[in-house]
């Protein structure tokens, strides 16, 4: 299962909860593995109120120098690369009862690092035995 998301800026925060939740409705038990299909954007699981989504695109900003990395000499991009790499690709949650079980203000964040752009997402969903 794959979908796209298309990003705004080039740091930007987008919830993407209920794309998943679409994914794997017809799940009761299981797992559920969402990979982002790119090496400048990020997945996490946090908050996705405004206040904090913008207070999360600030403090991705801080992560790395905007320059001044080798890897700019080939696109310009490296503080991008450098940002997802401490965040990360990928998020799993348990599927209980046909719905994500995710905590009660918890919500599945994509996180841009070099946008704006169109972003590929997979979500596979491994049901329980």
């Known amino acids: 299962m794959r979908f796209d998301v298309e990003t705004d800026g080039q740091i930007d925060v987008v919830d993407i909860t209920d794309q998943v939740t679409g994914e794997v409705a017809a799940i009761e038990t299981g797992i559920c593995t969402v990979f982002v299909?790119?090496?400048?954007?990020?997945?996490?699981?946090?908050?996705?109120?405004?206040?904090?989504?913008?207070?999360?695109?600030?403090?991705?900003?801080?992560?790395?120098?905007?320059?001044?990395?080798?890897?700019?000499?080939?696109?310009?991009?490296?503080?991008?690369?450098?940002?997802?790499?401490?965040?990360?690709r990928s998020v799993s949650i348990p599927i209980r009862d046909g719905e994500l079980a995710l905590g009660t203000?918890?919500?599945?964040?994509?996180i841009e690092c070099d946008g704006p752009r169109k972003r590929s997402v997979s979500v596979m969903a491994v049901t329980e035995i």
């Open 37 to 88: 299909h790119h090496t400048t954007a990020a997945l996490s699981i946090n908050e996705a109120e405004p206040r904090l989504l913008n207070d999360i695109e600030e403090f991705v900003a801080t992560l790395s120098a905007p320059d001044g990395w080798a890897h700019d000499a080939l696109d310009g991009n490296a503080d991008a690369h450098l940002r997802t790499s401490l965040i990360g």
């Open 105 to 110: 203000w918890q919500s599945i964040l994509l």
